[in-house]
């Protein structure tokens, strides 16, 4: 959880990022917010989507509306297993003193996006492999590691992780796809705000459908 004192008030067009965040090349939507010792490189966030403390994300687009637990890895490094060698001084040279990095090394991770859709619950400690995509609706269970790619209102956990259950019928899937909640406007939310707490699902897409 995190501490009281880091939660800002509200939050808005800026995203609240924890001082101890480390963040390179990443934009982020409105609503969203950085928990602390969480560490992204080359990312995009969608509006309303966050991540807890010490999370670890690189090369990954977020959709909007996503909710990353803490210690969550998105797109963790690979080490080289067909070479003779697993070790990092193979890319990560200069620090060794052995001459240029290889960045080519790099550009191939980078190459390997992690897509995740809109309004997906990633639980605790999950870890989702690189080049994969993540369903809109998807829950990824605490502890999870994903190496395949998650379809649409999927729950999935374990390790590997393998699907669980739907969270909801085909119909009602195709329903809130349909009605696309997550691109209203934030008056609009505000607005349906009662109805979200109360309707549930099905009362929710036959008043919106």
Same mark, same amino acid.
């Given at each position: 959880?995190?501490?009281?004192?880091?939660?800002?008030?509200?939050?808005?067009?800026?995203?609240?990022?924890?001082?101890?965040?480390?963040?390179?090349?990443?934009?982020?939507?409105?609503?969203?917010e950085?928990?602390?010792?969480?560490r992204?490189?080359?990312?995009?966030?969608?509006?309303?989507?966050?991540?807890?403390?010490?999370?670890?994300?690189?090369?990954?687009?977020?959709?909007?509306?996503?909710?990353?637990?803490?210690?969550?890895?998105?797109?963790?490094?690979?080490?080289?297993?067909?070479?003779?060698?697993?070790?990092?001084?193979?890319?990560?040279?200069?620090?060794?003193?052995?001459?240029?990095d290889?960045?080519?090394?790099?550009?191939?991770?980078?190459?390997?996006?992690?897509?995740?859709?809109?309004?997906?619950w990633?639980?605790?400690?999950?870890?989702?492999?690189?080049g994969?995509?993540?369903?809109?609706?998807?829950?990824?269970?605490?502890?999870?590691?994903?190496? %395949?790619?998650?379809?649409?209102y999927?729950?999935?956990?374990?390790?590997?992780?393998?699907?669980?259950?739907?969270?909801?019928?085909?119909?009602?899937?195709?329903?809130? %796809?349909?009605?696309?909640?997550?691109?209203?406007?934030?008056?609009?939310?505000?607005?349906?705000?009662?109805?979200?707490?109360?309707?549930?699902?099905?009362?929710?897409?036959? %008043?919106?459908?």
């Amino acid at each position: 959880m995190m501490h009281h004192e880091t939660i800002p008030k509200t939050l808005g067009q800026e995203p609240f990022l924890h001082p101890s965040a480390e963040l390179r090349d990443t934009v982020f939507g409105r609503y969203c917010e950085v928990g602390a010792r969480t560490r992204i490189v080359e990312s995009g966030f969608g509006d309303y989507s966050y991540i807890g403390e010490d999370g670890d994300v690189a090369y990954t687009t977020v959709g909007k509306f996503v909710n990353i637990a803490a210690a969550v890895r998105l797109n963790p490094g690979q080490h080289p297993m067909d070479r003779p060698c697993l070790h990092h001084f193979q890319y990560r040279s200069a620090m060794y003193g052995m001459g240029p990095d290889d960045d080519a090394f790099f550009d191939g991770r980078r190459a390997k996006r992690l897509v995740i859709g809109h309004d997906v619950w990633i639980g605790h400690g999950a870890t989702i492999m690189g080049g994969l995509t993540v369903g809109t609706g998807a829950v990824i269970g605490a502890g999870a590691v994903v190496t %395949k790619d998650v379809p649409d209102y999927a729950i999935v956990g374990g390790v590997p992780a393998k699907p669980l259950r739907e969270r909801f019928s085909f119909e009602i899937q195709m329903a809130l %796809k349909r009605i696309a909640w997550w691109d209203w406007d934030h008056d609009r939310l505000t607005e349906a705000l009662p109805d979200f707490r109360t309707l549930g699902v099905e009362g929710f897409i036959r %008043k919106y459908g």
